[in-house]
């Protein structure tokens, strides 16, 4: 009876130990050395991130008086206009215009909304135009502008918000 205990005994303290050779301690671990096919970047190089970054709209900073400077005068009726005719007309013009805002001409956009004026000429941080379509809240519907579609228009305003 006691050879039958000290058997089960001493095969449960084998089977613990996992089968590991007993001249090794069953405390540490044992290693294998790396495949010699992985190559490890040296410590101090920087590994470009893998993932593909999520595309945003470049918020211009440009201070009124640097933008004049910097970029060509930009035209309400060549440049601005297009752009609202193409992207805002079905919302803010035509047979309607949503918050009683209408895009289709100078003298309607600077007559603003519902809510009051929505250019503020030479300053770009107080137009709500610009904040809408910077932050691409709009237009609702349809393709949002293009990042040079945006600087077109935070640039005219800049440039004072000319009727030309």
Known sequence: MKKVLLTIVLTGILAACGGQPTDAPASLPTTQP?????????????????????????IPTTPPTEAANQNPAVSFANDVL??????CKNCHGGRETKEGLNLTTYA?????????PVI????VDNSLLAEQVIT?????????L???????????????????
Request: hydrophobic share 35%.
């Open 108 to 116: 309607a956009l600077m007559t603003g909304s519902e809510n009051g």
């Open 146 to 164: 293009t990042p040079p579609q945006v600087q077109l228009i935070v640039d005219w305003i800049n440039q004072g918000a000319l009727d030309n």
């Open 82 to 87: 297009p752009i609202l005719d193409s992207r």
């Open 136 to 144: 691409q809240e709009m237009p609702k519907r349809g393709p949002k």
């Open 120 to 123: 503020v000429p030479s300053d």
């Open 34 to 58: 790396a495949p010699a096919t992985e190559a490890l970047p040296p410590a101090n190089t920087s590994v470009p991130p893998t993932d593909t970054a999520i595309p945003t709209v470049a």
